[in-house]
């Protein structure tokens, strides 16, 4: 079956410091969507990449879609307290609603 | 404002029990999922409906089953609860169509003794 595999599983951030999380599938996705995880809360959607190639920026957080559609990453500048938590990716199949899900990458910050 | 609800919100109950999970949605989604969150493991698919009448086993099934009678709920039932079922579970639902986000509960945490 499909699995989609995160990387690194654990980040622990000096605030105001970059760091980027990766996402690599084993198959072919139509998309990957990216996903936040407060502590104690639920995932919370935070973005969808169609696109071969696709960039897309929310504030300080920098989304990418590889070329061949099979890996993704999620690069965060100038980390702040409020960054902390768990962030998801998710990958989805051609004519399938089913999500596949990373393990995730936990994120601390140090003030 | 449309919401998605579990209930209850924390469960502890003995090995060999039935346990229902309970999740409404308002926002009239075909598609809903039930995972389970596990530490290392991420989110889990156990079972997933595209609408009324339909249910499929996700990959970690076993021990579960769902029913859906109506848009609104996609209740989970472990027919009888083992340790290993202890975790906390995330009921989700997400538009008509592919590409759809997924919007979760609030989760439900459920321990087995």
């Known amino acids: 079956g499909q699995q989609v595999m995160q990387i690194p599983q654990y980040q622990h951030v000096q605030e105001g410091e970059d760091f980027t999380t990766y996402c690599n599938s084993s198959?072919?996705?139509?998309?990957i969507q990216w996903y936040k995880q407060r502590p104690g809360g639920h995932p919370v959607f935070l973005i969808q990449?169609?696109?071969?190639?696709e960039v897309k920026k929310q504030k300080r957080l920098t989304f990418q879609f590889g070329e061949a559609k099979k890996n993704s990453s999620l690069h965060i500048t100038a980390t702040q307290t409020t960054d902390v938590g768990t962030y998801f990716c998710a990958g989805k199949r051609s004519n399938d609603y089913k999500l596949s899900f990373g393990a995730g990458t936990t994120v601390t910050v140090r003030a | 404002d449309a919401e998605i609800t579990q209930s209850p919100r924390h469960k502890i109950t003995e090995t060999g029990r039935q346990v229902t999970l309970a999740c409404h949605q308002t926002w009239n989604h075909n598609n809903m999922f039930w995972y389970r969150q596990d530490l290392g493991h991420g989110l889990r698919l156990i079972h997933y409906s595209y609408g009324v009448q339909d249910t499929n086993k996700g990959e970690v099934s076993d021990g579960y089953s769902v029913s859906r009678s109506n848009t609104e709920d996609l209740p989970l039932t472990l027919e009888s609860a083992a340790s290993s079922q202890t975790s906390v579970y995330f009921c989700?639902?997400?538009?008509?169509?592919?590409?759809?986000?997924?919007?979760f509960g609030e989760g439900s945490r459920l321990t087995v003794l």
């Open positions: 990449l169609v696109k071969r190639g």
């Open positions: 198959t072919t996705l139509s998309n």
């Open positions: 989700a639902s997400s538009a008509q169509g592919y590409s759809g986000e997924l919007f």
